[in-house]
C-alpha cells in the first residue's frame, strides 16, 4: 500500500470519499462496542467459578496455624495468603502484606499516608509547598489520578520498548528533592505492553534520590499475565535488585488478583523492605483491625499453590490472546505501510498502545464514539489528561467477545485512516 | 454486706489477708482468660456459616439490575445490599455507600480525607494550626487512636446514662471553630452499654457549630445488637432528625455486619446527606474502582432482607445473652453493697463498663493479669490512654466460654475487692 503522506491531494481526496462511504456504513449499524477499559471478559470471570465452592458450610475456616478467619485480627494477613502471593511476586512472604480487594486502594492509602504521616519519619508531604512524581508516558490513567487528587505535581518522562527514559529519571530524581516518586508499570505496561529492560530495572534500582523519602511505586500489576507460554517477559525482581545495590527501602511494589480471579472481590498485597513494613504496620494498625481473611483463604483453596495460579493463567491467556492475535492482525491488514500509526505487540497484560500521527487521537476516538466504538478517552494516558501530542490511543482488547471486538477493530482501524487522510489533507492547504 | 468504706482498720486487714488466700488459689490454677476485647465468640461465628453456602459455581452472581458482581465497578455498593444496609440503618439506600470490611477502615478515610482535602471545599485540616475533636468519656480505644493518628487534640466530654454531656457539648461546638468532630458510639455504647435518650439525639441534631466542617462521627456499630427481645433500647435516627432540624449534613453515621456475621468478612456501610456523599464519591472514585461485590451479594443472598437479619440477631442474643448475665450475676454477688464500684448493665452491645474506685483501676487490671485474666488496658477507653481517674474498666464478655468467664468474672470481682480494702487501708493510714 502506498504511504498516505507520499498520495496526491487527488489520491487523498479520492481516499477520504471512499472511507467516508465506508464509515457511513458503520454508522448505520448502530453499534455499541467497548474497548475502553482493561476488564477481563465473562469466560475469563467463569474460570474463578470454582472459588465460590471451595468455602463451604463444612469447611473448616482455620489457617494451618489454627487462626479461625471468621474473627477479627491478622493485619498482614494469614501466613498461606502470603505465602502464594509472595510466590507469584517473587517475594519472600515476611516482605509481603496481604490487603483488601483493590491494589489501587493500596496505592492511594500508601500516598495518602506519606501526605500525612511522612515516610520514615520525614516531613509529611501536606507540609511541603511542592512534592512532585515522575509519570513515565504513556502510562495509568488511575495512577495519575492518585497524584493529581493529592495535589502532587506530575511530571512526565517518555518511555520507549526499554522502559522509561533513565538518563531523564536519574537526572530529575537526583538533582530535585521534592521529587518523591515515580509511577511504574514494569511488566506489560498499560498501556503499552512492554516490559521494562534488566538494564532499567537495575538502573532504577541503582537510582540516589535526591529525597531520603523517594519511593519507587512499582505496579506490577500485570506480572503472571502472560499472552503465550513461550514467548513470556521477564522482569527482574526489583526488591532483591534495590537489596544488592545497598538501596533495600527504595520500592514499594504493588498487585493483586483483580484480573486473576474476580475484579473487586480479589485480594491486594504490597511487598517491601521490613523497614518500609514496619513503617506501613504502624501506621495501618489505627486504619483497620485486619483485611478479609476469608477470601484470603478462599483464594489460597483455590490455587493451591503457584503451580495451580500459574495453570489458571494459562487459561486466561487460552481466551484473550484470539482477542490481542485479532486486533493486531485487523491494524496490520489495514495500517501496515500506510505511516499514518504505530501499534505494540505486547507479550502479555491488557492493552495495546496505538501511536496516531501528531495531533489525531481526540478526533479518531471521538470518530469511533460517533460510530458506536468506545475507547479510552484521548489523553488519559498522559497526566492531566494532556497528551501534547494528541497521539496515544489505549486499546483494551479483553472484555468484548471476539465477533464484536474484530468489528470494532475494523472500524477503529477506518477512524484512523480517515482521520488521518483528512489531516495530510489539511496541512496540504 | 458492710460497706469496706465503713470498716475498721482490723476489718480491713481481716479482709485483705482472706483476699489474698483467695487469689492466691487463682494463681496456682494458671489461668488463660481473655475479656479484653469485643469478639464474637466461636457459636456466634458458627450462626453464619450458611452464608458460605448461598453462593457457588452454579449460582448467578448478577445483581437484579444485571450487574454482574464478579467484575469491576459500581463505587457505591450493588443496589440490594444498599437496601438491606439501609433498612439495618434505618436510612434510605440513597444516602448509602456499601464499602469493604471495616467500619473502622471508613472512619479513619473519612478523617483522612478531612485532613487532605477538606469537608465540602472547606480548608484541608492539615493545613490548620489546631484541629480538635469532641470525645465522650469513656469511649472506644480505636477511635481515638485514628484522631490521635493524625494530630488531632482530643477533649474529653464526660457521660452519663442519657449519652454526653450536652451542655458542654454544646458550648464547646459553638463557641470553638477548630472543633472539627465528635465521635459518637450512640446505641449501646463502647463501653457503657447505653444508649443516647431521645433528649440527647435532638440535641445533637440542632447543634449551631462554629465550623462549617463540623461533623458528628456517630459510629452506630451496635444498632441491631441487642441483648433481649423485650428490653431494647430505641435510638431516635441522626439523619432525619438533622434534617428536620435544618444541618442535612452535619452527621456521617457508619455501620458494619463485623458483629453481625464474620469480622473482618462482613460489609461496612456509610450513611449520609446527599451533599456529604457527592463530597465523598468525588474522593473515593481516586481510591477504588469499587469495593467486594460478591461478599455484599453474599450477605444480601443470606439474610434476604431485614427480617432474615433481626431473626439472625436474635440467635447471637440467645449466646451472649448468659454471658452477659453471668458477669452481672457474679458482680452482683461479690460487690453489691461494699461501695467500691459500679457497673453498667447493658441491654445491648458488647461491653459491660466498670467503675472502680478512683485510683484503683490499673492496679485491677494489673492483678487480673497476674492471675491469668486479660482486661482492656486501664485508660484505653479515655484519649491518650489516659484515665484522670484511673477508674474505668471495660469488660468484654462475649468471646470466652461461658464457664471460663464465669471463673474470670469471679477473679475479677477478688482482684476489686483486693485493691479496694488495700486502697482504703492505705488512705488510713
Redesign the interface.
Known sequence: MKKYSEMTKEELQTEVAELKKQYKKYQDMDLQLDMS?G??C?EQ?DL???M??V???S?D?RCDDGT??????VLTGIQEARELIGDMMENHPDNIIIY???S??VM??TV?RA???GIMGNT?W??LDTVKFLCPVPGYD?HF??TE??GIEMIPVPTNEEGPDMDMVEELVSSDESIKGIWCVPKYANPSGYSYSDYTVRRFARLKPAAKDFRIFWDNAYGVHHLYDDKQDYLVEILAECKKAGNPDLVYKFAST?KIT????GIAALATSLNNLDDIKN?L???????????QLRHVRFFGDIHGLTEHMRKHADIIRPKFEAVEEILDNNLEGLDIGTWTKPNGGYFICFNAMEGCAKEIISMAKKAGVKMTEAGATWPYHKDPHDSDIRIAPTYPPLSELKTAAELFSLCVKLVSAKKILEKMN
Open positions: 477499559r476488564k477481563p465473562t470471570l474463578s467459578m470454582g465460590m465452592d468455602l463451604n458450610s469447611v475456616l479461625d478467619c471468621r474473627n477479627y485480627g483488601g480487594n483493590s489501587l486502594n492511594f492509602d495518602s501526605m500525612t504521616q509529611p501536606c507540609k488511575r489520578a492518585i487528587y493529592f483483580s474476580f475484579p473487586g472481590s501506621q494498625k489505627n486504619q483497620t483491625i485486619g483485611h478479609d481473611k476469608v477470601n
